[in-house]
């Protein structure tokens, strides 16, 4: 399978806890994206790689929240102290030049 | 905060029929807009993508979008069972984000057999 891949799948976490997702991107694309979802809601940005280059990030992204793609290939992102508020499903998206986003499979978090 | 609305539903169609899933957005520099597909517990699948006014065809999809009104459509014919779940209507924000994706809620779709 060369799709998008994400580890692990499900995360339950006890409040105050980091947690760290991987995210690996379908091979050659250049381009990768975190969204955050929750209940209900379509999914949000949060923050754009181009290459190992961060140029965006989401005022959704507090000072919490940390991504890096040191390589350019897999992306990380970490949350520190976690919250029951960072509950939800995190997405991982990947594209080249083209406006299309292919989405992983996703990384749900339970903060209890 | 630039908007995409749809209708949250549920949209209940009988099986073999048209489904019709409407989308407006307010920022009038968008570019590039998108349906995904998300089944229950998965992740956004992405259905079909138009970039011009008009309509765009793939399959059983048809896409239409009106840049003046800002309105952009996903029309499912022959709908099947497999066809429930909820329908994003994404657009893209600006070149600045690379494209980032800025999705409205969804839209709940029953196809009932």
């Known amino acids: 399978d060369t799709g998008v891949s994400q580890d692990p799948r499900h995360k339950i976490t006890k409040r105050g806890q980091n947690v760290t997702f991987r995210c690996d991107p379908i091979?050659?694309?250049?381009?990768l994206y975190w969204y955050r979802q929750t209940l209900g809601q379509g999914p949000e940005f949060l923050t754009y790689?181009?290459?190992?280059?961060?140029?965006?990030k989401s005022r959704l992204l507090s000072d919490r929240f940390s991504a890096e793609r040191p390589k350019g290939s897999f992306s990380t992102l970490e949350i520190q102290r976690t919250e029951q508020g960072d509950s939800a499903m995190y997405l991982c998206?990947?594209?080249?030049?083209?406006?299309?986003?292919?989405f992983g499979p996703g990384t749900r978090l339970t903060v209890t | 905060q630039k908007e995409v609305e749809q209708n949250s539903g549920p949209l209940s169609v009988p099986e073999g029929a048209i489904a019709s899933l409407n989308c407006t957005y307010s920022?009038?520099?968008?570019?590039?807009f998108f349906w995904y597909r998300q089944y229950s517990g998965k992740s956004p699948e992405l259905i079909m993508s138009?970039?011009?006014?008009g309509d765009k065809e793939d399959g059983r999809f048809t896409a239409q979008l009106n840049k003046a009104s800002q309105y952009v459509s996903l029309l499912i014919r022959d709908s099947q069972p497999s066809d429930s779940a909820t329908y994003l209507c994404?657009?893209?924000?600006?070149?600045?984000?690379?494209?980032?994706?800025?999705f409205g809620k969804g839209t709940s779709l029953l196809v009932t057999p």
């Open positions: 920022d009038r520099g968008s570019q590039s």
């Open positions: 091979s050659e694309h250049n381009r």
């Open positions: 998206a990947s594209t080249t030049e083209i406006p299309e986003q292919y």
């Open positions: 790689f181009q290459n190992e280059a961060q140029l965006e």
């Open positions: 994404a657009v893209n924000t600006n070149s600045n984000s690379g494209y980032a994706l800025n």
């Open positions: 138009i970039y011009s006014n």
